[in-house]
C-alpha cells in the first residue's frame, strides 16, 4: 500500500496543504514544534480513523476553526486507487471511502493498512498487560474481523458482568444466575479470543526472530510467549471451572478478574524477561523488531505490506543498527519518517527517497 | 420568540418526543396539522386517546389488546402447548404477518442488560415461568436477537428452566435469503454452516 496523495485543511497547525509522494521513503526534518507529527498523525486517522495521539477529533482541528478536512489517495499492489476523505465539523465526522460514505467505522477498518512507531508506544515493552494486549487486539482488528467481532462483544460482556458485580458489591449480596449468564458467554467467546491469539503468535514469533537477531547483529535472540491463569492445554474448560470458583472473589471485588482480557504476553531477550531485565537500548530494539515484524505479518497474512509510521525514533538507534531497519524496510514498503536529524536518512537507497523540511505548518522539498 | 403562538411551540415540543422525530421535522408535522382538514387532526388526537384509554396488556402473553386476553391467547384455535419468547410488540407483529406460528407468544419487554438497568425483575420472566408451570408448555421457541442481550437473555431463560421438562429451542441464526456468501461475515458465515439443515 502506498500513500500518493495527502490534502490537509484546517488539521493542527496546517491551513491547507496538497503534497504528492512518489518515493518510498518520505522523510520530514525540521525543528520540533514545526508539525512534523501532525502529517503522519493524519496518514494514520486515513487509515485507522482514529490518532494514536487523541480519541477527540476536536483536538485535531486547527485552533479556531470549524471543521477540517484530510483526504488521501493510496494504490495498493495490483494499482488499484483507493480514496479516503474525512471531515469533521459541528462534532460529526464523515468518512467517504471510494466516494461512498462509511456508515460503519468497522467496515472500512483493514481496507488502509497501516503501522506505526510513535515513542509514547515503548510501554508495550515497559508498561502492565493490558499495553500487550492492546497491542494484539489492535493488530488482529485491522486484519481479521472475526477476531475483531469477538472481541468487541466479549468486551461487551465483560461491561455487563462487572456492573452485575459491583451492583451485587453495593447491595452485599450473593446471587448468582445472573453471573452464570456472563460467565457462559465469557467461556465461549473468551476460548475463541485466546485461541486466535496463540495462533496469531505462532506466526508473528517466526518473523520475529528472525527480525531481531538480524537488527541486532546476532546479539540479541527473543521469544514471545502466551501467559495466562488459565492451563493452556485445556483453556476453555480451566477458564469454567476458575470462573466458577472465583465468583466469591469477583463479587468481593466487584469485578471481572478471571478472563483472557487478564492475559499477557512475556517478552524475553536472550533468555531473560525483558520487562524485568531488559536495558534500555534492548527494549527499544525489541520494540523495533515487534513493529517491523507486524508489517511482516500483515504482509504475509493479507498480500499488502502497510504503510509506515516512524515517529522520532532514530535519534535513539545506533547508524549500523538503522541501516539495518532500512534494509528490512527496503522491500517496497512505503515509510514515513519524521526526525529532526536528517542525516539519517543517509542509510536509505537514496534513488527511492524524498527528503521535506516542514516550517511552521509548511512543506517545502529539500 | 415571542412572534410565535405558544400554543404552536406546545404543539411542535409535544411531537418532537416522539422517537425518530427531532425538531424540523415536529415543526412541518405541526404545520400540517393545522393546516389539514379540522376532522384530519382530530381523528389523530381522537386515536391517541383512545389507544391510550382502551388499550392494555393481555394477562397471560402481555401482547397489546383491548380486553383482559388479547386475540391470540383467547383464539381456541391456537395450540397452547408452544410458546414463543420475543422482545416487543413489535417482533410479535412481524411474526403474526408471517402466519407461521400456530402457538402463543411471551412479550418479555425488553432484554437483560444491567448497563441498562435492566436485570430479570425489570422482563416478565417470573410471569413467564409461570405460565409454563401452570400449561405445562412442551415447546419454548426464543426468538430473541443474536446479540449479547439477546444471548444473555436466551441463557437466563433456559438456566431458568433447567429443572423444567420442556423443549428449547431457538431461531437459527445465517445467510440472509438473497444474501451473498462473499459478502456475508465470518462468524456468520461459520454460524450457517454449522447450523446447517
Known amino acids: 500500500m502506498k500513500l500518493n496523495k495527502l490534502i490537509l485543511d484546517n488539521f493542527r497547525n496546517y491551513n491547507d496543504l496538497d503534497i504528492t509522494f512518489d518515493k518510498d521513503v518520505v522523510c520530514f526534518t525540521g525543528l520540533n514544534g514545526q508539525g512534523k507529527t501532525n502529517l503522519i498523525e493524519a496518514i494514520s486517522v486515513l487509515g485507522l480513523l482514529n490518532s494514536f495521539r487523541t ?29 479516503i476523505k474525512i471531515s469533521y465539523s459541528d462534532k460529526k465526522k464523515k468518512v467517504t471511502f471510494q466516494d461512498k460514505k462509511i456508515l460503519k467505522f468497522s467496515d472500512f477498518w483493514g481496507n488502509i493498512p497501516i503501522v506505526y512507531l510513535i515513542p509514547d508506544e515503548s510501554v508495550i515493552t515497559t508498561g502492565p498487560p493490558l499495553e500487550r494486549r492492546k497491542f494484539v487486539d489492535k493488530l488482529l482488528s485491522m486484519i481479521d474481523r472475526e477476531y475483531f467481532s469477538l472481541l468487541k462483544n466479549y468486551s461487551k460482556i465483560i461491561k455487563q458482568k462487572n456492573k452485575i458485580l459491583f451492583d451485587l458489591k453495593k447491595e452485599n449480596s450473593f446471587q448468582t444466575e445472573m453471573i452464570d449468564v456472563y460467565n457462559d458467554q465469557i467461556v465461549l467467546y473468551g476460548s475463541k479470543l485466546f485461541e486466535k491469539r496463540v495462533e496469531f503468535l505462532k506466526g508473528f514469533e517466526k518473523f520475529f526472530k528472525d527480525i ?6 546476532g546479539l540479541f535472540g527473543g ?10 492445554k485445556s483453556y476453555s474448560s480451566d477458564l469454567r471451572e476458575k470462573l466458577s470458583v472465583n465468583k466469591r472473589t469477583e463479587v468481593y471485588r466487584g469485578l471481572s478478574i478471571i478472563g483472557p482480557h487478564k492475559d499477557d504476553l512475556i517478552f524475553d531477550i536472550n533468555g531473560n524477561d525483558l520487562r524485568k531485565y531488559g536495558s534500555k537500548g534492548q527494549h527499544k530494539l525489541f520494540l523495533v523488531a515487534l513493529k517491523l515484524s507486524e508489517i511482516k505479518y500483515i504482509k504475509s497474512i493479507t498480500d499488502e505490506y502497510p504503510v509506515f509510521l516512524l515517529d522520532d525514533l532514530y535519534s535513539e538507534i545506533d547508524e549500523k543498527k538503522s541501516a ?14 519524521t526526525t529532526s536529524n536528517s542525516g539519517i536518512i543517509k542509510q536509505f537507497d537514496q534513488n527511492n527517497t524524498k527528503i521535506f523540511n516542514v516550517i511552521n505548518g509548511a512543506v517545502n522539498l529539500v | 420568540m415571542n412572534s410565535q403562538s405558544e400554543i404552536l411551540e406546545n404543539l411542535i415540543n409535544n411531537i418532537s418526543k416522539l422517537p425518530g422525530i427531532g425538531k424540523k421535522s415536529a415543526r412541518r408535522i405541526a404545520y400540517h396539522l393545522i393546516n389539514t382538514s379540522k376532522d384530519n387532526a382530530l381523528n389523530t388526537a381522537n386515536s391517541i386517546i383512545e389507544a391510550r384509554e382502551r388499550l392494555g396488556l393481555c394477562i397471560e402473553c402481555f401482547n ?7 386475540n391470540i391467547c383467547s383464539d381456541p384455535l391456537r395450540n397452547r402447548d408452544i410458546i414463543l419468547v420475543i422482545e416487543n410488540f413489535h417482533d ?19 432484554l437483560l442488560s444491567p448497563l441498562d438497568g435492566i436485570g430479570p425483575g425489570t422482563l416478565r420472566l417470573n410471569e413467564l415461568l409461570n405460565r409454563i408451570r401452570m400449561n405445562n408448555t412442551s415447546e419454548l421457541i426464543i426468538g430473541l436477537n443474536h446479540s449479547v442481550e439477546g444471548d444473555s437473555t436466551a441463557l437466563y431463560i433456559s438456566n431458568m428452566l433447567k429443572d423444567i421438562s420442556i423443549k428449547i429451542t431457538r431461531l437459527a441464526s445465517g445467510i440472509p435469503v438473497g444474501g451473498e456468501i462473499e459478502y456475508t461475515d465470518e462468524i456468520t458465515l461459520k454460524q450457517a454452516f454449522e447450523n446447517r439443515k
Not at chain 1, 212 to 217: A, Q, R, V, Y
Not at chain 1, 324 to 337: C, Y
Open chain 1, 55 to 83: 480519541n477527540n477529533y476536536d483536538e485535531m482541528k486547527k485552533f479556531g476553526e470549524e471543521y477540517f478536512f484530510i483526504s488521501g489517495e493510496f494504490t495498493d499492489k495490483n494499482d488499484n486507487r483507493l480514496s
Open chain 2, 64 to 70: 397489546l389488546s383491548e380486553d383482559k386476553l388479547c
Open chain 1, 223 to 232: 521469544s514471545i510467549s502466551y501467559s495466562s491463569e488459565m492451563d493452556q
Open chain 2, 92 to 110: 410479535l407483529y412481524l411474526f403474526e404477518k408471517l402466519k407461521i406460528h400456530k402457538g402463543l407468544y411471551h412479550v418479555l419487554g425488553g
Open chain 1, 212 to 217: 531481531l537477531i538480524f537488527i541486532s547483529d
Open chain 1, 324 to 337: 539495518k531497519i532500512a534494509k528490512i524496510l527496503d522491500e517496497d514498503i512505503q515509510t514515513f519518517i
